[in-house]
């Protein structure tokens, strides 16, 4: 299965692609690191957003998409943009489309018995949220 692990910050998507079959993970190469929303206050803008996620989604055969739930209270409470990037998200039909919860990957990656170390997955290093919850989502399936 190949799934599309998504963090949003700010006004950007940031996407990792990893896959797993016959227990072997592979993270496959990209052509975008992240999709941006510019101007979210735009509807036309939002669907040009969505429409480019779900062309993404085509391009790389992906089977689902996993994003990093964005927290609604507190210090660390998503912005407007960032909650309209996870709407327009939840609403591509050709995708399954899972919330995962900060605090999934937390204990998916204290109980994983498999150690990757993100410096040896050759992505960039704003992308290690993405990578962690795609691994989270590949390993609660």
Request: glycine share 6%; aromatic share 10%.
């Amino acid at each position: 299965m190949r799934v599309c692990g998504v963090e949003i910050k700010g006004d950007d998507a940031i996407i990792c692609l990893m896959s797993l079959e016959n227990n072997m993970y592979d993270i496959p190469h990209a052509r975008v690191p992240k999709i941006s929303l510019l101007k979210g206050s735009d509807s036309e803008n939002i669907r040009k957003f969505q429409f480019t996620f779900k062309k993404f989604i085509e391009d790389y055969n992906i089977q689902a998409v996993a994003v990093k739930e964005r927290m609604t209270k507190g210090k660390f409470a998503g912005g407007s943009q960032s909650f309209k990037i996870e709407a327009a998200l939840q609403l591509i039909d050709e995708v399954q489309v899972d919330l995962i919860r900060p605090n999934e990957v937390k204990d998916c990656l204290n109980k994983a018995q498999i150690t990757i170390d993100f410096r040896d997955t050759g992505l960039k290093q704003f992308q290690q949220g993405a990578f962690e919850t795609a691994f989270t989502f590949l390993n609660t399936l």
